[in-house]
């Protein structure tokens, strides 16, 4: 039985002062998949990610989430109706702890300052204990972000996201700054949350590629090159010529 297509874009496309940054994409992704997306720099891998949660706005095309159309959607509406995004650079509060970063994110229009008003309740404090043990923070609830080391920061980050519950998380270049033992581990963090929900991730590590995607989409020049799985897509000799063969 065909699993269902969770994120379906269609004739995607974005010009910035007649320039095509993303041009003519397809994409479909299904529940519980691991997409990749490769390219090299200035594909449009990462305009991609920003005209699917609603950073850019598209200038063609169609965004289809859980068959609600999104562009026209602003981006906080899409965050709600279950779309996350991890940037590039961590975005955590840095003289929060651990804790306090994970419950800013808790699922109920809170923010920093109504943080002042909110009531830490048990089911609250469940959740932030069962995401931080996921995330390999459950011993640092305390710790102060600033005191992270890079690896610890993306990790918060996810686990930020995660506690806003998305059906959809986009992690751009989750592993970059990371040690071995951190891309190890994220992998198998991120093969843990894949379980429910879809995954997009764009990331130049190719052995973190292969340790962790379902299909993968090649992007080039704003379009999708080659698509399939890792093996597919390194044999292709478009991809060979233009990516995995500098």
């Known amino acids: 039985m065909d699993k269902r297509i969770v994120l379906a874009v269609e004739d995607l496309g ?6 095509k940054a993303v041009d003519g994409v397809n994409l479909y992704v299904e529940q519980d998949e691991m997409r990749v997306v490769i390219g090299p720099n200035g594909a449009g ?3 991609l990610l920003d005209l699917i949660c609603g950073r850019t706005r598209a200038s063609s095309g169609s965004i289809r ?7 026209q959607i ?22 929060l702890t651990v804790l306090e970063n994970l419950e800013v994110s808790y699922p109920r229009g809170r923010t920093v300052f ?18 931080a043990a996921m995330v390999y923070l459950g011993d640092l609830l305390q710790v102060a972000a600033e005191t ?11 686990g930020m996201l995660l506690m806003q519950e998305p059906q959809l998380l986009m992690l751009d270049e989750p592993v970059a700054g990371m040690s071995v033992s951190e891309r190890q581990a994220t992998a198998e963090l991120l093969q843990r949350i894949c379980k429910g929900r879809s995954v997009v991730v764009i990331e130049h590590d190719m052995d973190f590629v292969r340790s962790i995607a379902h299909r993968v989409t090649v992007l080039h020049q704003g379009k999708v090159l080659a ?8 044999a292709d000799p478009r991809v060979v010529e233009v990516y995995l063969g500098h």
């Open 45 to 47: 891998k990462t305009t």
């Open 114 to 131: 109504g943080s002042l008003a909110f009531k830490r309740t048990p089911e609250v404090l469940q959740r932030i204990e069962e995401v």
């Open 227 to 234: 698509e399939g799985s890792m093996a597919k897509v390194q």
């Open 148 to 158: 992270l080391s890079h690896g610890q920061m993306q990790w918060l980050e996810i």
């Open 65 to 71: 989430f859980l068959d609600r159309e999104l562009t």
């Open 14 to 19: 974005v010009t910035f002062d007649g320039f």
């Open 74 to 95: 602003p981006e906080y509406r899409r965050v709600r109706l279950g779309v996350g995004r991890k940037f590039q650079n961590p975005s955590i509060y840095e003289s």
